[in-house]
């Protein structure tokens, strides 16, 4: 590490014109290529899977988007002239537009299909001539732009659909930019100079900036959600400021110790460097477990995540010492600059608060650690509750025409409409025929079935499908009640007999699906991530209390952040009111992807804590003066870098889209409570109640260990010369713990 930014040192202008020349030439690139993002939503294997493909082979002209124009009168009913001429024009003018493919109008069908009882509202299907990731935006606009001309007093137009989502507003860039601007201004605070905190600005960026445009392009080749990009640049900035406010904060404390502007960078990547990359492989672990799912949605989403991290971490450790020479000792504010000029150098001491709760934690660790037990084990609760489902349009917010569109299509026609689900299957021969045929009314008289259609065959008379609306809506639990009861006893009992296999598709059978794979594996994921985690921290800090205790507050941080998420998603707290529409159901792709971001934020935090702990304990062998002096010295960073990445986290909640602000909830739920109450309270009481047995590791498994040290290699030989004092005091630890198993073992043997 030392090499590495004593030559970005030596040719910062190379270095900084050479990450100048990347993120030209990716941004150029995605410009010239455009996206390729998919919401592949299917897991290999399952039925509702199959489902779509059969109907896809089948029926290859039903493979458009299908979306609705719906409309509402107040006072009159929809058949009335004026209306239906109204309506009709506008419907032809959508069905001639680029991109539609045909227009199915309840004017133009039999009895009263498409219009509600009561004659107040109606829809028509807009199926457009490919899927909605393949859409043209402005194709989708002028379909809306068309159905909204025809409003009026009194009649009401709205649209739903995959597609038409396509163009709700994304709020452009409002959220980074908020995100931005509170970091600038908490980084100006905690170091008082203007240039100092424009760099970590700068340096996350220049890498978030290139890692964006490389998701771009990764999108041509593989699967990637159009989300990735946002949440890339979502975890990529609050990272990315904080990983190079940690390297900043370093190299100011070596200019204020006298170390020259080129020395002080180079050990400042040299050492807080170090945690850096560390900090940054255990979130890039973290994100890559999701590979082991084996599911191509989360796949692009856990590489283009792992990308942005990486190239933030490269970043902090190439492009940022090139800037700090650049601007040599304005990293210091004015004052700490005459203060150096007229006083001298002189060691950076922690004074005022921080200084003071590390000795109130040192004073009092048992009750500080039951206090933070208490609150963590509090905001858990609603974790118990969680349920994965379908969130749908109609948890999008009021004001949103998706939204107006799927509540007036519920009120007029019962929320079932909303959501049908899709029968398919392969047709032999007349006992098939004669099964289907008479399905339709087999499943009208299932309970939670409105309504069933007449089996629909292909040309070919080998595939045939029946659509069937169920009584509640898509997100319903009642609905994946009827996708069960379909499944398990109706379609077996219809298919007896014949050569039939009946496949249940639709939107809530296949995020059923969806929700049952990742469900299944998720206590391999977890424990798979949670393992790996556990050995670079047994790697790095050479015990074994450490990675334990990481493990236990990571989860911790995990099931409350969690439960957060529970409340405000699930439970609708306020989530109308901060514009995150109606209360719903989790994604079932949210636990998984949230679990490695999370987890992986929530170990940087250990790893910058731990490492100034581990540094005063190879120094001193003091256990409480190392965690006292680690936790004062790093506290006040720690809580900066917090604050900063509540504040880019929460700011995404302005982006408008339901997933990307549960991220930045949760995110930001997790990061408060990590930094706040778990690595500047339970840890370190911990830690103090634990003794030197923190840095017990069994002298066999020592020796068998690799050495991959966070601490520079002048540092290494004192753990050498510390490793038989912490055997013995460990020792004397679990002969402590043994004495007083034995003593009670003694009264109870008296008390019988």
Wanted: glycine share 10%; charged share 15%; aromatic share 6%.
């Amino acid at each position: 590490m030392a090499a590495l930014a004593r030559w970005c040192v030596q040719h910062r202008l190379v270095a900084v014109l050479l990450w100048l020349a990347a993120f030209g030439g990716v941004s150029a690139a995605a410009v010239v290529t455009g996206s390729a993002y998919s919401n592949d939503y299917e897991a290999p294997g399952t039925e509702s899977g199959r489902a779509t493909q059969l109907l896809a082979e089948g029926f290859p002209g039903l493979g458009g988007d299908s979306d609705t124009v719906v409309w509402h009168t107040s006072p009159g009913t929809v058949r009335s002239a004026d209306v239906e001429q109204s309506m009709t024009r506008a419907l032809d003018k959508i069905e001639k537009l680029p991109g539609v493919a045909s227009v199915d109008s309840p004017y133009q069908r039999q009895g009263s299909e498409g219009i509600s009882a009561d004659g107040r509202t109606a829809y028509a299907t807009v199926t457009f001539a490919d899927r909605a990731e393949n859409l043209d935006k402005g194709e989708v606009q002028a379909v809306v732009d068309t159905a909204k001309a025809a409003e009026a007093k009194g009649l009401d137009v709205e649209l739903g659909g995959t597609a038409i989502a396509l163009t709700k507003s994304s709020g452009g860039h409002v959220a980074e930019i908020v995100g931005v601007a509170v970091a600038a201004v908490v980084l100006f605070l905690a170091f008082g100079s203007l240039a100092a905190s424009m760099l970590p600005i700068a340096t996350a960026l220049i890498g978030v900036g290139t890692a964006y445009a490389g998701i771009v392009l990764l999108g041509h080749a593989m699967t990637v959600a159009d989300f990735a990009p946002m949440l890339g640049m979502l975890v990529g900035l609050g990272v990315g400021i904080d990983y190079a406010l940690f390297i900043v904060t370093r190299h100011r404390r070596g200019l204020k110790r006298g170390l020259p502007v080129a020395e002080a960078a180079q050990n400042a990547v040299a050492t807080t460097g170090r945690a850096v990359v560390f900090a940054g492989a255990t979130v890039c672990i973290a994100l890559l477990g999701m590979l082991i799912l084996r599911l191509g949605f989360l796949n692009g989403v856990a590489i283009a995540a792992s990308l942005t991290v990486v190239l933030t971490v490269a970043a902090s450790v190439t492009l940022l010492p090139a800037l700090l020479s650049f601007i040599g000792p304005r990293a210091l504010s004015r004052r700490e600059r005459r203060r150096l000029e007229e006083h001298g150098p002189a060691p950076e001491v922690a004074t005022g608060f921080a200084a003071r709760w590390s000795a109130f934690v040192e004073r009092h660790p048992k009750l500080l650690g039951a206090v933070a037990v208490v609150v963590m084990a509090l905001l858990a609760l609603p974790t118990f509750s969680l349920h994965l489902g379908t969130s749908d349009q109609g948890n999008d917010p009021k004001a949103a025409t998706t939204r107006q569109a799927y509540d007036l299509i519920g009120e007029g026609f019962g929320p079932g409409v909303n959501g049908p689900l899709t029968l398919v299957t392969k047709v032999g021969g007349a006992e098939d025929r004669l099964a289907l045929d008479n399905l339709d009314a087999t499943l009208r008289a299932t309970e939670g079935v409105a309504s069933a259609d007449p089996v629909t065959y292909n040309s070919a008379g080998d595939t045939a499908f029946l659509t069937v609306v169920p009584t509640s809506a898509p997100q319903s639990q009642k609905t994946s009640d009827l996708v069960d009861r379909l499944r398990t006893d109706v379609l077996p009992r219809a298919e007896s007999g014949t050569s039939l296999d009946v496949q249940v598709g639709g939107v809530t059978a296949s995020y059923d699906d969806f929700a049952d794979v990742i469900v299944g594996k998720l206590p391999l994921f977890v424990g798979v991530v949670i393992s790996l985690g556990c050995v670079l921290l047994l790697l790095a800090f050479r015990s074994i209390g450490i990675p334990l205790k990481a493990a236990v507050m990571n989860i911790a941080a995990v099931a409350a952040a969690f439960g957060v998420v529970v409340a405000i998603f699930q439970w609708g707290w306020g989530s109308e009111l901060l514009g995150l529409g109606r209360a719903g159901p989790i994604e079932p792709f949210l636990p998984v992807i949230m679990v490695s971001v999370l987890f992986g934020l929530s170990m940087d935090y250990q790893v910058f804590l731990v490492s100034r702990m581990y540094e005063e304990w190879l120094e001193t062998g003091d256990n409480r003066r190392a965690v006292r002096v680690g936790l004062a010295e790093t506290s006040r960073v720690i809580n900066s870098a917090a604050v900063i990445m509540i504040s880019v986290f929460l700011a995404f909640v302005l982006s408008g889209d339901r997933v990307i602000a549960m991220f930045g909830i949760a995110l930001a739920a997790a990061v408060a409570l990590d930094a706040f109450i778990l690595r500047t309270l339970l840890v370190p009481a911990l830690m103090h109640l634990l003794g030197g047995a923190n840095w017990w590791l069994p002298g066999w498994l020592d020796r068998r260990l690799p050495r991959i040290s966070i601490e520079p290699p002048e540092c290494r030989a004192a753990h050498e010369r510390l490793a038989e004092a912490t055997d013995a005091e460990a020792a004397d630890v679990l002969d402590g713990a043994d004495a007083a198993n034995a003593e009670v073992a003694d009264v109870l043997a008296k008390e019988r």
